[in-house]
């Protein structure tokens, strides 16, 4: 061929022989045409845009593997998983930036037989440019395995184990490259051959142990074999099933549970934070200098105000009912899921981790004891100290605990749960029985003249048993000095502290009061132009479901949002940690509505079998007490390894823990997805009730307007300093003796007053000087009706990925099934 020779750069003569380039410049191809160096598949130059490199030469094998075991088990849970669960499911493993669109034909083509098995292709040589014993490729969209990895596999057991998770991974890969390419309409360039470690390696690997031995996953052919690779598990197999068999006597079984400013504490560990209940409780009946409570009996206290936050979310929009779910989700996919929403003894159930987490858990890591996270024995010390968590202990929605305004408040008082039982709880103390609200009444949110504030602070109305605010007070009140000393007397008492707190925080009591000081704080009543502090009425604001995600959705988060199943530790048989028992909770109760759920599904690709996912988790933790178990016996024994699967002295038993590893952690995404489905589609809900908007609310604005729970309200802290030195009032008059009676009645007439009542004054002497150290600026602001958007922060809060990929993908299904 002809000979092309460049000499600083510009061609000066084309001969023949050998190939060769001089050149102490640049090389400038201005050709329209592609130049190739070398035979087919060397390097080419050419338009980047237009040019795909060549698949990476294979030396093919006479050796032949077939596999399907992993497209066999993909196919099987599309078919066992509604549509948007799988979809989930699959940002769990590939990555929240594949498309919903992509996700949504991977399951249906895997449910209509459209997807098969990749090709599986036996090399000569290593695969791929790092030289591993398996690959994928891309382009050819086919998996490659080194020969000499297959006469592995066939002549033992352990190898035979990794190649199957070697299939597996690189079936996954394939499921990768397909939702990043065909599947998706935005497509993504992969290179040639993934060596990476994939999740979905072992996700899919849900060999049942306890009812097999064995596990055929292939066939292969060589010229001295040919026949099925099967994993032998025989041992491991006879293991597990004596010790499902056998009387487990050596430790206790978990049982069932049988026995605003926001909820929480953010100044525990930052001093500069904006104030929440248990702060205030804390900073004023815990203080060092006064030490009117321990710290331990002030968390019983604030025990029984977090309650009054948890409790909110029993409303009919949250609860599996009979008459409610269909009633009240708007949202047409969200109606197809049914049931996935938690009974009522569900949520108990839920809430009650939480509190353990809060309440034994927390504070024993914070005093550096590095406690178990072990639910029977911190469930243990939660019962004992606090007197446990139960239907009637927890109450449900009511807005007098709150001091919420009952406008437009629907009558929920006749909804049931899935067991046609009404939503209700027997009220401590009296044994009388309280339905979710009546409903608005037009009469409770009007301005009592003789008080100059809304009705529903001092006044019963008998109809439909509306009580106020007041009224729940003193009866908690006198309830605590009932049982003055014990856990459930604290209770009683920060519950009613709790309103207490919410009269600073949740009305416009400080915003009159610094109207009465000459500051033109805005007082959210839209009339007041032209009128004294005077004359402008006491109001709060009214509560509804955005508040409620608003006010419970970041606490639970703390929890809800992160039950991931760690890597494996030692563990005592039949320890449940506090977020796997979240998660079985969660399971046990949706399996448990689906078995009653009689609604027909309007598409075969929806519906969720929890049962078979319960099934599955019940697996992987009776594994993990096997494994326990196991330790336990070799650690009897004198081994010089210390690796466990080294003292087995099986690859195999590895394979089989870490695929059900994968699985426990997979099953983590379901509470995280419950809860987001449950408490709403947000986009949906916020604009609902976000009143703002309206101009013409009167004296009846939103929570979200007049709260100042918001970390960025700028009254938060001097209306949180106004209810320390209340609430220590009041602990001090408690634990001084004061009778039920005398309490009730002191803390209503000095406190549940209008500013300008002479019982108010006592604010002066904490506002007065906070007003003085404020620039001109920071006061001037405060006369603008400013939309804090508590909701929107508080929301936004818990908006990570996984909860934009949950709205992404509601909001692709909302648009399809139009």
């Known amino acids: 061929m002809s000979r092309t020779r460049i000499v600083k750069g510009n061609i000066t003569k084309i001969i023949g022989g050998n190939y060769k380039i001089y050149s102490n410049d640049e090389i400038e191809n201005i050709g329209s045409k592609v130049i190739q160096i070398g035979k087919e598949g060397g390097v080419v ?47 769990e493993i590939f990555g929240y930036e594949i498309e919903a669109e992509a996700l949504s034909k991977l399951y249906r083509d895997l449910r209509d037989n459209k997807i098969k098995a990749p090709e599986i292709i036996v090399s000569k040589s290593l695969v791929g440019r790092r030289g591993g014993p398996a690959g994928y490729s891309n382009k050819r969209k086919k998996i ?35 939702l990043r390419t065909e599947l998706t309409t935005n497509g993504i360039p992969d290179t040639d051959v993934k060596d990476e470690g994939a999740k979905f390696a072992y996700s899919l690997f849900r060999f049942d142990i306890f009812n097999e031995s064995q596990l055929n996953y292939a066939k292969a052919e060589l ?43 953010n100044r525990k560990h930052n001093k500069n934070a904006a104030f929440a209940h248990g702060d205030i409780e804390f900073e004023a009946l815990a203080d060092p200098k006064s030490r009117l409570y321990s710290d331990q009996d002030v968390r019983k206290i604030y025990y029984g105000n977090w309650l009054r936050d948890f409790s909110q979310v029993i409303v009919g929009f949250t609860v599996r009912g009979t008459n409610v779910a269909i009633k009240a989700q708007k949202n047409k996919v969200i109606k197809e899921l049914s049931p996935m929403q938690l009974s009522h003894e569900g949520w108990v ?83 009388k029985i309280k339905k979710l609200y009546s409903g608005d009444n037009q009469k409770s949110w009007k301005i009592d003249p003789a008080k100059n504030m809304s009705f529903f602070f001092w006044k019963d109305f008998e109809d439909g048993d509306r009580p106020s605010s007041v009224t729940y007070m003193k009866q908690q009140l006198k309830l605590a000095v009932s049982r003055r000393g014990k856990p459930e007397g604290f209770r009683n008492l920060g519950a009613a502290l709790h309103v207490l707190e919410d009269y600073f925080s949740h009305t416009n009591f400080v915003e009159i009061s610094l109207r009465r000081l000459g500051i033109d704080a805005y007082p959210w009543v839209s009339y007041y132009k032209g009128k004294q502090h005077t004359e ?22 703390d929890l809800l949002f992160d039950p991931k199943i760690k890597e494996y530790k030692r563990r005592i048989p039949g320890q449940r940690s506090l977020a796997e028992k979240f998660i079985l909770s969660v399971l046990e109760d949706l399996a448990d509505g689906q078995k009653s ?46 690796d466990f699967f080294e003292k087995l ?64 309200h700028p009254l938060n802290k001097i209306s949180a300093e106004l209810a320390k030195i209340a609430v220590k009032d009041v602990g001090t008059q408690y634990k001084n003796g004061m009778s039920g009676p005398a309490l009730a009645d002191f803390v209503a007439n000095k406190y549940f007053v209008h500013p300008s009542s ?52 509601m909001a692709f299904f909302a648009k399809k099934s139009k």
């Open 649 to 712: 002295g099986s690859t195999s038993a590895e394979t089989l823990q870490k695929g059900m590893g994968y699985t426990g952690q997979v099953m983590a995404f379901f509470p995280k997805l419950v809860v987001n489905i449950v408490l709403g589609s947000f986009d949906n809900i916020i604009p609902e009730a976000q009143s703002h908007l309206d101009k013409n609310y009167g004296d009846c604005p939103s929570h979200s307007q007049l709260a100042k729970d918001s970390y960025e």
């Open 223 to 265: 010229p001295a074999f040919k026949g099925d690779l099967i994993i032998d598990f025989t041992t491991l197999h006879t293991k597990v099933t004596e010790y499902v068999n056998e009387e487990r006597h050596y430790t206790e079984e978990p049982g069932d549970d049988i026995s605003n400013y926001g909820a929480g504490r």
């Open 45 to 91: 130059y050419g338009d980047p845009e237009k040019f795909i490199p060549p698949p990476i030469d294979v030396q093919k094998s006479e050796y032949k593997l077939e596999s399907t075991y992993a497209h066999d088990q993909m196919m099987s849970l599309a078919k066992e998983l509604g549509e948007i669960t799988f979809m989930l499911f699959m940002t």
């Open 144 to 178: 490659i395995v080194n020969e000499r990895f297959v006469e592995e596999a066939v002549k033992d057991n352990d190898k035979r184990a990794e190649l199957m998770a070697a299939l597996v991974e690189e079936y996954g890969h394939h499921i990768d490259n397909l």
């Open 758 to 809: 002479p019982n108010a004054r006592w604010s002066d002497k904490y506002l007065i000087p906070w007003v003085n150290s404020q620039s001109k600026e920071f006061i001037e602001k405060l006369s603008h009706g400013t939309v804090y958007e508590h909701a929107h922060h508080e929301v936004q809060a818990i908006s990570d990925k996984s909860v934009k990929k949950i709205k992404e993908i």
């Open 597 to 642: 759920d009689k609604a027909e599904k309007s598409s075969n690709y929806l519906g969720v079998e929890y049962a078979t996912w319960l099934l599955w988790f019940n697996q992987f933790l009776t594994f993990q007490d096997f494994l326990a178990k196991e330790y336990q016996k070799t650690d009897k024994q004198e081994w010089m390894s210390r």
């Open 536 to 557: 402008i009425p006491v109001v709060s604001g009214r509560f509804l479901t955005d508040d409620t995600m608003a006010s419970v959705g970041p606490k639970m988060g």
């Open 349 to 431: 159930k839920l809430i009650k981790i939480l509190a353990i987490k809060e309440f034994v858990f927390d504070p024993l890591k914070d005093a550096g004891k590095n406690p178990a996270d072990d639910y029977a024995t911190l469930e243990k010390t939660f019962d004992k100290e606090y007197g446990g968590l139960t239907k009637d202990i927890l109450g449900i929605y009511r807005p007098e605990e709150h001091i919420d305004n009952p406008y437009k408040l629907k009558n929920e008082s006749d909804y049931k749960d899935d067991k046609g039982k009404l939503i209700s709880y027997t009220y401590e103390g009296t044994g």
